[in-house]
């Protein structure tokens, strides 16, 4: 079912844009990086003209601002923009997976989302645009990697559904059962100090702890280096796991944090998926998301470049957990408040609030806020603790209501959701929502 859908909706996509040039718009994370890769290797093999921008949010202003005189294509954006996008009056194609704003789409819209197909397997938006170039061409089945990137950048390859597994197969990726930190590719003792996913109390951005963990664990260096987790023996795996969970006080399942490594062939080596995906992410976190999609189209001057930020970003998001860890925060019953402020990136704070909330410091179901300044806004990025998708409330709803009172938009899904809001608004927001969580609290 989901395939046909696509393929209708490529040769819709085929018709219009004939002879016209497109405006491409894509959302700066590793999901939106890749389907822009995706998608404009597609068009380049195509000879179509068209611009890219990448933006962190999908914005009315932004929208204001689309060209009258091309065709709009939408990715990883625009499913909670679409009372806005209607308004505007353009031809628009969006690939996107996120919840819709409301389920009325204006014949001058044309949606690719699982959320509308019956039936249809959840997928990323990178997954559905490599499907759309699929569907364009089979010479762009080369691209499948690119779709891995998207689908491990949010967190979806737990889930093997039959369509996510063709794709891996087509990506030509090697599954390795591990531990989940990355680089699995690289030092050892670099990758547990650097990893926050688990966060690993006592381990995570110290030295002397991952040095500590390994030696506890029995795994000696490899001549002056310690050697990298794919090429651990199933004992020293096992040992390794053994000394994590001691660490992580027995509040994570084995689950959590062991399952596959995906390592594929990028710049003509092997890669662990993982890193790759944190390093398109950091690019774009740190401002240069320009950097992330050259990456992608394998330009070997960004690679370099992406690895020099990504060791800032990785100081950063130390730093920042560092910040939350020494200063005070909200706490209510089954939520935390954390506001930043301006000691936090804006473009950071929502990957602060995912590792705190794949963490064994908060329990599960706990809602987790964190806010940071963004010029005269407030970036709110929003997380459920723990992988149980069935726990706890809904949060795009949440800040879909607290929205309703402050005025403005929210996007994301269940578990995961964010808004931005005036800085003028900061403690009404604050309050809103703590009068919102305590009320549903008191219902439960």
Wanted: charged fraction near 30%; hydrophobic fraction near 40%.
């Amino acid at each position: 079912m989901t395939l046909d859908t696509i393929e209708k909706f490529s040769k819709r996509f085929l018709e219009k844009a004939e002879g016209k040039r497109i405006h491409l718009v894509s959302h700066f994370d590793t999901d939106g990086i890749s389907s822009a890769a995706i998608v404009s290797k597609a068009f380049e093999r195509l000879d179509m003209q068209f611009s890219v921008k990448i933006l962190k949010s999908l914005s009315d202003e932004e929208i204001d601002l689309f060209p009258d005189d091309k065709l709009i294509v939408i990715l990883d954006l625009g499913s909670g923009s679409l009372n806005k996008l209607t308004e505007s009056g353009k031809e628009i194609f969006i690939i996107d997976h996120h919840e819709l704003e409301n389920k009325k789409i204006s014949e001058d819209i044309d949606i690719l989302n699982f959320h509308l197909i019956e039936g249809g397997e959840s997928l990323c938006s990178a997954e559905l645009t490599y499907l759309f170039a699929r569907a364009i061409s089979m010479d762009n089945k080369d691209l499948a990697h690119l779709a891995i990137l998207g689908m491990v950048g949010d967190v979806m390859e737990r889930t093997i559904n039959k369509t996510r597994d063709m794709i891996i197969k087509e990506a030509n990726v090697k599954v390795k059962k591990g531990l989940l930190i990355y680089p699995s590719t690289r030092p050892l003792d670099r990758a547990l100090e650097y990893n926050s996913r688990p966060f690993i109390p006592g381990v995570t951005g110290n030295s002397q702890g991952t040095f500590e963990l390994l030696k506890e664990a029995g795994i000696e260096k490899n001549g002056r280096v310690f050697k990298a987790l794919i090429d651990l023996t199933d004992d020293e795996m096992r040992n390794l796991v053994t000394s994590v969970m001691l660490r992580l006080n027995g509040q994570e399942k084995n689950s959590d944090f062991i399952g596959n490594l995906y390592l594929l062939k990028f710049f003509n080596k092997v890669e662990d998926a993982r890193e790759l995906s944190a390093m398109i992410n950091a690019c774009s976190r740190m401002d240069k998301p320009e950097i992330a999609l050259m990456l992608c189209l394998g330009n070997t001057f960004a690679r370099k470049q992406a690895e020099r930020i990504y060791v800032k970003y990785r100081q950063h998001i130390i730093s920042g957990l560092r910040y939350i860890d020494e200063n005070k925060k909200i706490e209510g019953r089954e939520y935390i408040i954390i506001n930043a402020r301006d000691k936090i990136k804006d473009t950071i704070i929502g990957t602060l609030a995912s590792i705190l909330s794949f963490s064994s410091m908060y329990k599960e179901g706990t809602i987790i806020i964190a806010m940071a300044y963004n010029e005269d806004k407030i970036k709110v990025s929003t997380r459920m603790a723990g992988r149980d998708v069935n726990s706890g409330r809904n949060l795009k709803e949440l800040l879909d209501s607290v929205m309703r009172t402050l005025g403005g938009q929210s996007g994301g899904h269940k578990m995961a959701a964010g808004c931005v809001i005036s800085r003028e608004d900061e403690e009404k927001f604050i309050e809103l929502m703590k009068k919102k969580l305590e009320f549903e609290v008191e219902k439960v």
